[in-house]
């Protein structure tokens, strides 16, 4: 995000801040799949009070990422490849709308953001934690661009599956390849070609789906 966006966007709730901590810390494999963990051990990790954690934790229950047990506590969702394919099914078609309605939407300074993402990308081979962080920049510029909340928050849980899809399967995964397939998408969307772009969208993913079928 650019500083003059980031100067007049609206501040974080405390369960907005709660969720996306905690998102990261699904994403970064810090709750590990599978694992059971408690409240308490939320509250503590994200130190923002009982309410916005448990707000946080009914969105991410919600969105499938975790799991409530009675009297157990709370299970981090397992990554299973089977989940991933029909999720895609779904993802596809959400960001085919998205990267159209950016395509067309965009603001010039909102394509140069994109272009300048588009570069970044180029440059971060060497980390993949810095290419998820720039995975998810684009993604929020995407929604920004297209201005179609309810597309963008039928996507957003679908999105973060698979950026934890991605990292827990990062030593199989062909970096360049994903890299490739979204500084095309950004650049197409930048030049306004939406059809192209939405090509582009399908590439990413099929970069996730050659990951699922390597495993």
């Known amino acids: 995000m650019n500083d003059k966006a980031a100067a007049t966007a609206k501040p974080l709730s405390l369960a907005d801040q709660a969720y996306e901590l905690l998102e990261n810390r699904l994403v970064m494999l810090e709750l590990a799949p599978g694992s059971i963990v408690s409240e308490g051990l939320l509250i503590d990790m994200v130190g923002l009070g009982r309410t916005p954690v448990r707000e946080a934790m009914q969105r991410l229950a919600y969105q499938d990422l975790i799991r ?15 989940d991933m394919l029909l999720l895609l099914e779904v993802r ?22 994109l272009s300048a993402i588009a570069r970044g990308l180029t440059i971060s081979h060497d980390s993949f934690e810095e290419f998820l962080n720039l995975d998810r920049e684009t993604d929020l510029l995407l929604d920004a661009c ?17 950026r934890r899809f991605w990292y827990f399967y990062r030593d199989k995964l062909r970096l360049s ?12 969307i930048a030049r306004r070609d939406y ?17 699922v079928a390597s495993i």
């Open 92 to 113: 596809k078609r959400l960001e085919h709308l998205i990267v159209k309605l950016a395509a067309l939407n965009a603001r010039d300074e909102q394509r140069s953001g």
């Open 195 to 211: 059809k192209g772009a939405q090509k582009a969208s399908d590439g990413v993913i099929t970069v996730i789906e050659r990951l």
């Open 177 to 188: 390849d994903a890299i490739t397939a979204h500084s095309a998408m950004l650049r197409l």
């Open 68 to 82: 409530v047990l009675p009297r157990k506590g709370l299970m981090i969702v397992p990554i299973k490849s089977t």
């Open 146 to 162: 297209a201005g179609n909340p309810f597309a963008s928050a039928a996507v957003a849980p679908l999105r973060t599956h698979c």
